[in-house]
């Protein structure tokens, strides 16, 4: 029985795997990164080398997990960061939302965090009275049209200059435009009067540094600057794994995340935060909490085969590459993290009955693979999850199934009545071929069955041995 | 148990078993040779000044982040009237540093001290910050909350200028990251950051649109020889 | 195959008893079938010196993932073994024999497709373009998105045959953007995919396998 995520999944993804211009519009985005991230890539001196070390030190940090989440906290603890444990999504929550009451807040403004799309942040908070603004302009254009993101890195892609701006006109009362740049400054301007009356900001973390105790911040817009800047309350949220080892990993890192996932040498602003305004500084938040985020995946920890999908620094690359992305869109994968890492990591945070479909969604063409900045073992993982799927009790059919397969190809004699029977039974199948009574139907449905072959190989070459 | 406890506790259950070492699927050639730093792949900088600054000019071309160079800070504070004439600058936010004095009390316009009480620099039309560092690699600005006159003066204003000295100018990231240290000991500021190029969004159709939420104009006016 | 091998003097055998290496099973998830199905295979291809496949997914799946699938099994060694000296064609002709010409003819223009398994796990790209390259008058015109997967997957392709669709659609325009008149291809599931949607769309454009445009002589 396919899970109601399978259901949805397989609904959404036929629908726009079939829109034509869906999948032109995607197309022509994807080309313009990969024309980039290739520009970008060759600058390096050795971009090969770059992956191996990237995925060494990830598997240094991951695999000392405790040592280093140990080193982070005390560090930025010791300059009164506030920090907050949460094993689960609630627990996380919960407490963002006890410090929304605690400090009578109002407007929160937030930038860029998956993390808080994981743990349905706004929603808890929009629920509880908040006035919650995205101030990244992907975000806040999503936010707006009541949507979850597109992409992890572009949120908006999906849309058009025309569709933005008939947004903006009926949610924000601005004046329709085709212009990109008058759509920027709309939102600009609605931003800043936002930055100044929120009461708390709220950020993710690409990035927590344990050597020194800061979180690395990386993006174009400088939104999570200010949003990081002027509230007086800043919280960062984000998931164990993001830890490095040391300060010099960023030399490596935000070069990496910035081509694999941009096509570009680096971001316009990478902000190190390791506490809250000091005494001898002018500005800056009051108080900075910390909110660090299991969520199961201490799980994915222990799966060592699997492990690496911990590495993951969110680049969005394996997106960009993966072409049933490119065909189905994030929209149709219905869970927070999209493309091949969504499949590889979604049934471990959130249960491998209803999520392995993902992992069959896929020709396991190893794209992703190739393109992952640190190396994570993407599409052998499908493979895993399919295999770990296949032991659950319903995956008994497929097992039977293949069980007379396998018994069938073993004795060649078997399998070759069968290829007899299959070739005089194909010219009946051509008349209901693509129809609703064939069984092959979902092949036929949009391609042609080949004939099989007046004499096939091994009957050639027992002509030959004679 | 604390949750703390109880995460780390998870944490190190979960580490018993071992997992294979990244890389392993790969052919060895694919690997990087033992002992070679992240210099050796990254991009290259040349190694002398007036190279890196030319490495610099080009990044800052690409970035379209106008950048001047100066033999004087007479000349940078002559660069500074002519630009905040052409933009018809009313107000200016800045910071007090030396290699800022002289450009600010030739300005001929109220400037807004950030060090000032109840200062907010949202009003000025340009903020002018000093700097830690320049990166020629991939033409950024280093700058903390200490040098830079804290964290929303160099973001908040439309225009963000900044006033650097040669001898500020350091091949790579790598180089950055080094500097705070040499510079801060273990004593950072709570906020530090590379700026790399004005601030830009890509959200419309992969179109590129500057001055996002930040400055939608960065200047860089070098000060040679100093 | 066979012709290609009789050709440059080899010792050609074929095991009537092998018809599947196990990859649809293995695919699926269902590691047990699967090995059922490689074991047999293991055993029979025990004392052969060398395995030549027209396929770059077999190949793989021999060469790379048996040993995977036969991880802390008694078998190992074995399929260890097997998998040590089995080879793609192209790669086999090329990396092993030394041979990019056979006096093959093939007038036409061609264009190449990349099979997933054969580019990104054995790594075979060159290969088969110097074999086409000594063809006499083939013309080779490269597609866009070369390496880009043409959709079929194994079962992927009929249990979401519409993004299966979707991505060999993608392929097919990359295909005929060449004009060329065949579109070859080491891997025989690509190319039935691929002709399939030719077929239905009713394109001129044929779809052939690399061995029997080498054949050509």
């Known amino acids: 029985m396919p899970s109601i995520f399978a259901k949805q999944f397989k609904e959404r993804s036929t629908k726009l795997s079939a829109d034509l211009q869906h999948r032109f519009w995607i197309q022509k985005s994807l080309k313009g990164y990969e024309k980039n991230r290739e520009e970008k890539r060759n600058r390096f001196q050795n971009w090969e080398a770059a992956r191996q070390s990237a995925a060494e030190t990830k598997w240094e940090a991951v695999n000392h997990l405790d040592q280093y989440l140990i080193e982070f906290t005390d560090k930025i603890g010791a300059r009164g960061t506030k920090l907050f444990w949460a094993s689960t999504a609630r627990e996380a929550r919960e407490y963002i939302l006890n410090l929304a009451q605690e400090k009578n807040a109002r407007t929160i403004i937030k930038s860029k965090t998956m993390t808080s799309e994981e743990i349905h942040l706004n929603e808890a908070l929009a629920g509880a009275g908040y006035e919650v603004i995205e101030s990244d302009l992907g975000e806040f254009i999503v936010q707006l049209r009541r949507e979850v993101p597109y992409h992890l890195v572009f949120p908006a892609m999906h849309l058009t200059r025309g569709e933005i701006s008939h947004l903006f006109h009926e949610k924000l009362g601005s004046a329709e435009t085709d212009s990109p740049e008058e759509l920027t400054m709309i939102v600009r301007r609605k931003m800043r009067a936002q930055y100044c009356k929120a009461d708390i900001g709220i950020s993710g973390a690409n990035f927590a540094i344990a050597e020194t105790g800061m979180i690395s911040i990386t993006e174009n817009e400088g939104n999570a600057r200010l949003t990081t800047a002027l509230p007086k309350v800043h919280v960062a949220l984000l998931g164990i794994e993001k830890v490095l080892p040391k300060l010099n990993d960023l030399a490596l890192f935000l070069p990496m995340l910035a081509t694999a996932g941009a096509g570009q040498q680096i971001t316009a602003y990478n902000s190190f935060i390791g506490g809250p305004r000091q005494s001898d500084e002018v500005d800056g938040p009051e108080e900075f909490h910390i909110v660090l985020l299991d969520n199961r995946r201490t799980e994915l920890l222990a799966d060592p085969e699997q492990r690496d999908a911990l590495h993951c620094i969110r680049c969005g690359a394996c997106l960009n590459v993966c072409p049933i992305f490119r065909n189905v869109g994030g929209q149709s994968y219905g869970t927070t993290y999209q493309g091949p890492i969504g499949s590889v990591i979604t049934p471990h945070l959130r249960g491998l009955q209803d999520w392995k479909h993902l992992s069959s969604a896929s020709s396991l063409c190893g794209a992703c693979t190739e393109v992952c900045p640190v190396k994570i073992d993407l599409h052998h993982h499908l493979l895993h999850n399919r295999r770990n799927a296949a032991a659950l009790e319903s995956g008994r059919w497929e097992r039977r199934a293949f069980r007379v397969f396998a018994f069938l190809v073993n004795r060649q004699a078997l399998f070759s009545g069968v290829t007899m029977i299959c070739r005089f039974f194909q010219s009946f199948h051509r008349l209901i071929s693509g129809t609703k009574a064939d069984p092959l139907r979902a092949w036929t449905a949009t391609r042609e069955v080949p004939m099989i072959a007046p004499q096939s190989f091994r009957e050639y070459w027992k002509s030959r041995q004679k | 148990m604390s949750q703390r406890e109880e995460i780390i506790g998870r944490i190190r259950e979960a580490l018993r078993l071992v997992a294979q070492s990244p890389g392993h699927r790969d052919a060895p050639d694919k690997n990087r040779p033992i002992g070679a730093s992240p210099r050796d792949w990254l991009p290259s900088v040349p190694s002398d000044s007036e190279s890196q600054i030319e490495a610099f000019a080009r990044c800052s071309a690409d970035l379209k982040t106008r950048f001047i160079q100066v033999n004087s800070l007479a000349e940078a504070s002559a660069q500074v009237n002519k630009i905040g004439r052409a933009e018809g600058w009313n107000l200016v936010a800045s910071h007090r540093a030396p290699i800022l004095e002289e450009a600010l009390s030739n300005i001929g316009l109220p400037v807004l001290y950030i060090e000032n009480t109840n200062a907010d620099p949202e009003r000025a039309d340009v903020g002018i910050t000093g700097c830690d560092a320049l990166v020629a690699q991939t033409g950024s600005i280093l700058l903390t909350a200490r040098s830079a006159g804290g964290r929303a003066l160099s973001v908040l204003p439309p225009h963000h200028l900044v006033i650097a000295r040669e001898s500020q100018v350091i091949a790579d990231l790598p180089a950055a990251f080094e500097l705070l240290r040499e510079i801060y000991g273990d004593n950072f500021p709570s906020f530090m950051t590379l700026i790399t190029g004005p601030s830009r969004t890509g959200d419309i159709e992969r179109i590129v649109v500057l001055g996002a939420h930040g400055p939608k104009t960065l200047t860089v006016i070098l000060v040679k020889n100093h | ?217």
């Open chain 3, 1 to 217: 195959m066979v012709r290609i091998f009789e050709k440059l003097g080899h010792n050609v055998a074929f095991d009537q008893a092998l018809v599947c290496c196990g990859q649809p099973a293995f695919n699926s998830g269902c590691w047990r079938e699967a090995r059922e199905v490689a074991t047999h295979v293991v055993q029979r291809l025990q004392t052969t010196d060398v395995v030549v496949v027209p396929s770059g997914s077999c190949g793989a799946m021999i060469r790379v993932f048996y040993s995977e699938l036969f991880k802390n099994e008694p078998e190992l060694e074995a399929a260890a073994s097997v998998a040590k000296k089995t080879f793609e064609l192209s790669e086999f002709l090329v990396d092993q024999l030394g041979v990019t010409s056979l006096g093959s003819r093939f007038p036409a223009k061609v264009t190449f497709h990349d099979g997933c398994h054969g580019f990104r796990e054995l790594h075979v790209k060159q290969q088969p373009r110097q074999l086409l390259e000594q063809v006499k008058d083939l013309t080779l015109i490269e597609m866009e998105d070369q390496t880009s997967c043409c959709g079929f997957g194994g079962t992927f392709a009929v249990k979401f045959p519409m993004i299966s669709t979707a991505m060999g659609e993608g392929k097919c325009a990359s295909a005929l953007g060449t004009e060329a008149d065949f579109l070859v291809s080491n891997d025989s599931s690509c190319l039935m995919h691929l002709q399939g949607l030719l077929s239905r769309k009713k394109e001129k454009l044929k779809t052939i396998h690399l061995a029997d445009v080498l054949a050509s002589f």
